[in-house]
């Protein structure tokens, strides 16, 4: 009888050690299979099969998929969506805001470099659904009009992903195909001098000249934004306690507007009343270290949404003409498993005052902003006489925020080390988003593009 050779004693523990995890139950399916494949390509390229060079466990592995290289854009693609979906990029997107409003040209030259170097590491959809907001806003609070900086940015995106193999699907498959062919394999940063010599000339003429050239297509008239009534909650050894009010509006987004519960002036307490748009609000609340609703509400949603494996969701409600709520304080409407963050108060007839004041009671026609799980608030709606509107805000998984960053980051570093190829290293990273939880299985299909 002739023994088993080291490979094929490798497949069969493999093999059950596979269907052991599928009887186990522990681990969802997915990532069990994508386990599997992921240790078959790293097993024959540390050990190739005889005859073999270790690029062709790659072709071998992946081959179900069409070629290795679709893997490795999926991948990429996924970790991309794991540092949109877990915020990772946040604070690099409001710093991006501060220097705008200091000067509009360093705000431009310094966006259109970090597009540049983000893009040769994230697929460069996620880089630019990450800047239009910024930039819209920024054109409505007076910043440069969208329609001149866009198109840079596009510029700098574009260039940025020329500069690595893994910046765009198409340098991935032609290094691929290459590989393929019998060329030597072509490193992360192979062509990066190159690219980055061209954009010696690129940046200085999409930063000074193309907004130029470009025309103005801002209008004269801002969207209507929704304006909310909220109340920060501070905390009571919170450096704001005990500052004037004048001190703290100058510590929030401009368009927000602060005053203290009590009519004048005064010392901050534990309480600020405020009223803008959500995203403002937002960040007037982060600004403060602040909360929109009580801290404990906040904290058991967000334990409930991992203990359920669900995004929470802002979205607005409005009062409809039968809900019980009309007369009721958002304090004592009873309200469970959702919290209420704002209030847009509807408009009073000629002659009928309302206190305006996130406290006072709802009147038919409010907007509630609400922070809770999908299903709680479809709950909430229909049994309170409540509309829920179109559109809504995932809250970011902020927690996932530094996992995120680092499985980027030792997925690129391992490829650029050559340690590894590009497409272990990233399905590895795409194993650890699901696994973690950065990135849900069932939204997987927002972090894919078919036409990528």
């Given at each position: 009888?002739?023994?088993p050779?080291?490979?094929?004693?490798?497949?069969?523990l493999?093999?059950?050690?596979?269907?052991?995890?599928?009887?186990?139950?522990?681990?969802?399916?997915e990532?069990?299979?994508?386990?599997?494949?992921?240790?078959?390509?790293?097993?024959?390229y540390?050990?190739?099969?005889?005859?073999?060079d270790?690029?062709?466990?790659?072709?071998?592995?992946?081959?179900?998929?069409?070629?290795?290289?679709?893997?490795?854009?999926?991948?990429?693609?996924?970790?991309?969506r794991?540092?949109v979906?877990?915020?990772?990029?946040?604070?690099?997107?409001?710093?991006?805001?501060?220097?705008?409003?200091?000067?509009?040209?360093?705000?431009?030259?310094?966006?259109?470099t970090?597009?540049?170097?983000?893009?040769m590491?994230?697929?460069?959809?996620?880089v630019?659904?990450?800047?239009?907001?910024?930039?819209?806003?920024?054109?409505?609070?007076?910043?440069?009009?969208?329609s001149?900086?866009?198109?840079?940015?596009?510029?700098?995106?574009?260039?940025?992903?020329?500069?690595?193999?893994?910046?765009?699907?198409?340098?991935?498959?032609?290094?691929?195909?290459?590989?393929?062919?019998?060329?030597?394999?072509?490193?992360?940063?192979?062509?990066?001098?190159?690219?980055?010599?061209?954009?010696?000339?690129?940046?200085p003429y999409?930063?000074?000249?193309?907004?130029?050239?470009?025309?103005?297509?801002?209008?004269?008239?801002?969207?209507?934004?929704?304006?909310?009534?909220?109340?920060?909650?501070?905390d009571?050894d919170?450096?704001?306690?005990g500052?004037?009010?004048e001190?703290?509006?100058?510590?929030?987004?401009?368009?927000?507007?602060?005053?203290?519960?009590?009519?004048?002036?005064?010392?901050?307490?534990?309480?600020v009343?405020?009223e803008?748009?959500?995203?403002?609000?937002?960040?007037?609340?982060?600004?403060?270290?602040?909360?929109?609703?009580?801290?404990w509400?906040?904290?058991?949603?967000?334990?409930?949404?991992?203990?359920l494996?669900?995004?929470?969701?802002?979205?607005?409600?409005?009062?409809?003409?039968?809900?019980?709520?009309?007369?009721?304080?958002?304090?004592?409407?009873?309200?469970?498993?959702?919290?209420?963050l704002?209030?847009?108060?509807v408009?009073?007839?000629f002659?009928?005052?309302?206190?305006?004041?996130?406290?006072?009671?709802?009147?038919?026609?409010?907007?509630?902003?609400?922070?809770?799980?999908p299903?709680?608030?479809?709950?909430?709606?229909?049994?309170d006489?409540?509309?829920?509107?179109?559109?809504?805000?995932?809250?970011?998984?902020?927690?996932?925020?530094?996992?995120?960053?680092?499985?980027?980051?030792?997925?690129?570093?391992l490829?650029?080390?050559?340690?590894?190829?590009?497409a272990?290293?990233?399905?590895?990273?795409?194993?650890?988003?699901?696994?973690?939880?950065?990135?849900?299985?069932?939204?997987?299909?927002?972090?894919?593009?078919?036409?990528?």
């Amino acid at each position: 009888m002739i023994a088993p050779s080291v490979h094929a004693l490798g497949a069969m523990l493999l093999a059950a050690a596979m269907f052991y995890a599928f009887a186990n139950g522990r681990l969802r399916v997915e990532i069990i299979s994508l386990l599997t494949v992921a240790v078959i390509a790293l097993g024959l390229y540390v050990a190739p099969l005889p005859g073999k060079d270790k690029y062709y466990g790659l072709r071998l592995a992946f081959e179900g998929f069409g070629h290795y290289a679709l893997v490795t854009i999926c991948s990429l693609m996924i970790l991309g969506r794991g540092l949109v979906v877990s915020g990772a990029l946040d604070p690099a997107a409001r710093a991006l805001n501060r220097i705008w409003l200091l000067n509009r040209q360093v705000g431009l030259i310094v966006t259109l470099t970090m597009c540049l170097f983000l893009s040769m590491f994230i697929n460069d959809t996620p880089v630019l659904v990450l800047m239009i907001p910024i930039l819209a806003q920024l054109a409505l609070r007076g910043g440069m009009a969208a329609s001149k900086t866009l198109i840079p940015v596009n510029a700098a995106i574009l260039i940025g992903g020329m500069a690595t193999t893994i910046g765009t699907s198409t340098n991935l498959l032609v290094v691929s195909i290459a590989n393929d062919l019998g060329m030597e394999p072509i490193g992360v940063f192979h062509f990066t001098p190159i690219v980055l010599i061209a954009a010696l000339v690129a940046l200085p003429y999409i930063w000074l000249v193309m907004p130029r050239l470009l025309p103005d297509n801002s209008s004269t008239i801002a969207p209507d934004h929704r304006v909310f009534l909220a109340k920060l909650r501070i905390d009571s050894d919170s450096k704001v306690v005990g500052k004037t009010i004048e001190e703290v509006r100058g510590m929030l987004p401009e368009g927000v507007h602060a005053r203290l519960p009590h009519a004048g002036a005064g010392n901050v307490g534990l309480r600020v009343f405020v009223e803008g748009a959500i995203d403002d609000l937002r960040d007037a609340a982060r600004n403060l270290d602040a909360t929109l609703a009580p801290a404990w509400l906040i904290t058991r949603l967000r334990n409930n949404s991992t203990r359920l494996g669900e995004d929470l969701l802002i979205a607005e409600l409005l009062v409809a003409p039968d809900s019980r709520l009309i007369g009721l304080t958002p304090q004592t409407g009873g309200l469970e498993g959702v919290a209420i963050l704002g209030v847009d108060q509807v408009r009073q007839p000629f002659g009928e005052t309302r206190e305006r004041s996130p406290d006072a009671p709802l009147a038919e026609g409010d907007v509630l902003l609400m922070l809770g799980l999908p299903d709680d608030l479809r709950r909430v709606a229909e049994s309170d006489g409540l509309l829920m509107l179109e559109g809504g805000i995932e809250m970011p998984r902020t927690a996932k925020a530094p996992l995120a960053l680092a499985i980027m980051a030792g997925s690129v570093g391992l490829a650029s080390v050559g340690l590894v190829p590009i497409a272990i290293s990233s399905l590895a990273g795409a194993i650890l988003m699901f696994a973690t939880g950065c990135v849900r299985f069932d939204r997987v299909g927002r972090a894919l593009s078919a036409k990528v």
